[in-house]
């Protein structure tokens, strides 16, 4: 079993910290005239895929737990079972995708988008019925521009932050 280090607690600390004011930030955003319910960008997936990506698997479960606890706090149970789901299944999706090591970040990021959809779409089933899976098709084509956008900036922000040095152990 690895060793929990000062460094591996502090990284998760501060991409759990980014990852809820990336949460809070969607939240504020007034929904646009195009979007149906339930649509997001995502944001604060960002940091979920970053700390996959220069963490670890257990740093991203845990700042997915974290965005759950926070959707918890802010829109109540309904919402804390979709982030908890979707989180994990995208977290252990874009672990098992980036393992592939032939496919590139957009990859990572709309099976990760995808699987956080069909995580959301699943709890809501069991809170429904049958019909939500209508709706599935319209998330699953969001998730490809959406896991696009958090595929982007972790390409461009990713480098820049292992470049000065901040997530080495």
Do not use: W
Not at 61 to 69: N, P, Q
Not at 82 to 104: E, I, N, P, R
């Amino acid at each position: 079993m690895k060793k929990i280090t000062t460094s591996k607690i502090t990284q998760t600390a501060m991409l759990s910290a980014v990852a809820l004011v990336l949460s809070y930030i969607e939240m504020s955003l007034p929904d646009l005239p195009f979007v149906l319910p339930g649509m997001k960008l995502g944001l604060s997936n960002i940091a979920t895929m970053f700390a996959l990506s220069a963490v670890s698997l257990p740093c991203a479960l845990v700042v997915c737990l974290v965005k759950a606890v926070f959707a918890l706090l802010m829109r109540g149970f309904t919402a804390f079972l979709m982030s908890l789901c979707g989180g994990v299944l995208s977290v252990l999706m874009m672990y098992l995708v980036m393992k592939l090591k032939s496919v590139g970040y957009v990859g990572i990021g709309v099976s990760g988008a995808f699987m956080h959809n069909l995580g959301q779409i699943l709890v809501a089933f069991a809170f429904t019925d049958s019909t939500v899976f209508a709706y599935f098709s319209v998330l699953g084509l969001a998730s490809v521009a959406t896991g696009m956008v958090t595929a982007l900036a972790v390409y461009i922000i990713l480098p820049k932050v292992l470049a000065i040095g901040l997530y080495k152990d």
